[in-house]
């Protein structure tokens, strides 16, 4: 079996990059002081984060995506 070089650099590039831009927020993100207002607007994004991903599939969908999407709020909402 031969492995594709320009694939695993690729794929190699892709993951630095990526670990670049998540630490590179962070330590941004570290040097900022949020106020009040701030952190309780941020408590909400994983929870839109994830219904506008999950959205789409329950209104495209039929009884089972429905179900799951229900699901999905109940446990976004707790």
């Keep these: ?5 320009q694939a695993v650099l690729t ?3 892709m993951a630095v990059v990526t670990y670049a831009t998540r630490a590179g927020g962070l ?3 570290s040097r900022v002081t949020l ?3 701030m952190m309780a607007w ?4 994983p929870g839109t984060v ?3 991903i999950v959205a789409p599939a329950v209104l495209s969908g039929g009884f089972a995506e429905g179900v799951a999407g229900l ?3 109940l446990v ?3």
Excluded: N
Aim: positive net charge; glycine residues 0%.
């Design 50 to 52: 994830l219904m506008a």
């Design 76 to 78: 976004a909402w707790r």
């Design 42 to 45: 941020l408590r909400h994004v």
């Design 71 to 73: 699901a999905t709020a």
């Design 27 to 29: 330590w941004m993100m």
């Design 1 to 5: 079996m031969m492995t594709d070089y």
């Design 35 to 37: 106020s009040k207002r």
């Design 11 to 13: 794929i190699a590039c």
